[in-house]
């Protein structure tokens, strides 16, 4: 694992990505010195569905204000904003990409957020956590770059509280073809590990999980990125620049990156998935 993590913290590492996220906030008339939370939700919230995605799944955990809430992979810090605002819960982010950490961090205090979330830099397959240290556990789309999805689950077992929720919403494989790259996560087949919702639930069991519910989301994928072409286009028919979203975390290739990903939700291949998993 050690060989593959430097190439999938740098494939996400944008110089300069926190003032361009600021700039293009600004270009639509956001006020940066008295930034809210909900003001980031286009450009913080890196996986298909953004912010309704994540609400979607958050919802499910049933989450009591206070919670310990481990986000695992958690970018610039999107989702933990959203759920420490909208559910009260005190999230720790952890991420492979120091950078992220650091835009994280700075986010949540432009925000607001400082006293309810914090971020640490580390690995979703090694955490510097006690065991039992939180009562739930959420990853958006960050298993595909993990090898080992069977260290995934008992890492995340060993860090949570016996019944503690665990909702997992990743790119799954739901059948078999050939993926073209690059992707979101990945700029060749050497960094991505998408897998089957059969291996994640057979990780997830062996771990001592039981699922409680699963759901593929596939037509909401599809749904969410033609609506972003279709702000694209209508951007760029009117000569105007396209409203910011979750390309500007992808870098120069975001486009290509989107089309490949889209071919591959269209053609079935690949789906986001939701899992929530119970411990014990």
Known sequence: MATVEPGIARHYDISG?????????ADTGVEIAHLRAGDLE?????????VAATKALIDQMRLKPGAELLDIGSGVGGPARFVANSAG??????DLTQSY????????????LAGKTRFVQGSALD???KDASFDAAVILHVGMNLPDKAKLMSETARVLKPGGVFAVYDVMRLKAGALTYPLPWATDETMS???????????????GFSVTAERPRGAFAIEFFATIRARMAAA???GRKPPPGV???????????????????EGGILAPVELILRLG
């Open 17 to 25: 990505l926190e003032q361009r996220i600021l700039a293009a906030l």
């Open 42 to 50: 286009a450009v913080d919230e890196f996986h298909i569905g953004g």
């Open 89 to 94: 819960a005190d999230v720790t982010g952890i």
């Open 101 to 112: 950490v650091d835009i994280a961090t700075s986010l949540s205090k432009r925000t607001g």
């Open 127 to 129: 955490m510097p956590f």
């Open 193 to 207: 590990f998408v897998a089957t919702p059969d291996d994640y639930r057979s990780a997830a069991t062996n771990a």
């Open 236 to 238: 760029q028919a009117e």
């Open 247 to 265: 390309g500007l975390v992808m870098g120069e290739n975001a486009r290509t990156k989107i089309a490949n990903l889209t071919a591959a939700l």
